[in-house]
């Protein structure tokens, strides 16, 4: 199992350009997460989706969006790239067999840069 | 609300030695606790975690942690560090008062602990 993928690696935008970053698993698992990692601040939520079809704003979803088409893909949008926005993106997944007692496989990470 | 705390930035510690890496937490209930270890550009892998039972949790590549109801921490620890063992390690905790499925946005992650063991 290749576990948790996460495409691309590294990007670099510029202001008010958009992207699409990739987040795919095959663990079958029902929760899926987008984190952002800035130094000093550890790992905050923007957005997650318990199911296929359905997603929920985390701790910092403003300026990003996202889609869980299909139960092992979750992509995360950035309509109009800002250099706050500069942060390694982690995606996660988990299965739900014990709400909250989850452990969470994480992807290797993109590193995003807004110039 | 519910927090945690990691207080110290850097932990320096020489091979062979002893290693402790801090975490505070703040829950309204009781805890769900998590370690996780960061490796040069990687993702979070995870090392342990309490839920329930026997307050000493042992885990992956040698690392244990001990739960403190009273003291509300949940120390990393490994009785002889590695040169290896240096990384960047998180703690986590989630509520287990939280209901239903809003548990999967609630686990809160503390800011890193950079262990650096030196030969």
């Known amino acids: 199992n290749a576990g948790v993928t996460q495409t691309p690696k590294f990007r670099v935008l510029k202001t008010g350009q958009s992207m699409t970053l990739l987040c795919a698993q095959d663990?079958?698992?029902?929760?899926m997460y987008w984190y952002r990692q800035d130094p000093g601040m550890g790992l905050r939520l923007i957005h997650y989706s318990v199911g296929e079809g359905t997603t929920a704003k985390g701790e910092v979803p403003d300026g990003y969006n996202v889609s869980r088409l299909k139960k092992q893909n979750f992509l995360l949008g950035l309509e109009s790239a800002a250099p706050s926005q500069t942060s390694v993106y982690f995606c996660?997944?988990?299965?739900?067999?014990?709400?909250?007692?989850?452990?969470?496989?994480f992807g290797p990470g993109t590193r995003l840069l807004v110039l | 609300a519910q927090s945690v705390a990691q207080p110290e930035d850097q932990v320096n510690v020489a091979e062979g030695n002893p290693l402790t890496v801090k975490c505070t937490y703040s829950v309204s209930g009781n805890p769900y606790l998590f370690w996780y270890v960061q490796y040069p550009n990687r993702g979070l892998q995870f090392l342990l975690k309490y839920i329930t039972g026997d307050n000493l949790v042992k885990g992956s590549y040698g690392f244990e942690a001990e739960f403190n109801k009273s003291q509300t921490s949940f120390h990393l620890k490994k009785p002889s560090a590695l040169v290896s063992d240096s990384a960047l390690y998180f703690c986590?905790?989630?509520?287990?008062?939280?209901?239903?499925?809003?548990?999967?946005?609630?686990?809160?992650f503390g800011s890193g602990t950079r262990l650096s063991i030196r030969p």
């Open positions: 996660a997944s988990s299965y739900p067999g014990s709400q909250g007692k989850e452990t969470q496989y």
């Open positions: 663990m079958n698992h029902e929760y």
């Open positions: 986590a905790v989630r509520d287990s008062s939280t209901p239903g499925y809003s548990s999967a946005s609630k686990i809160i």
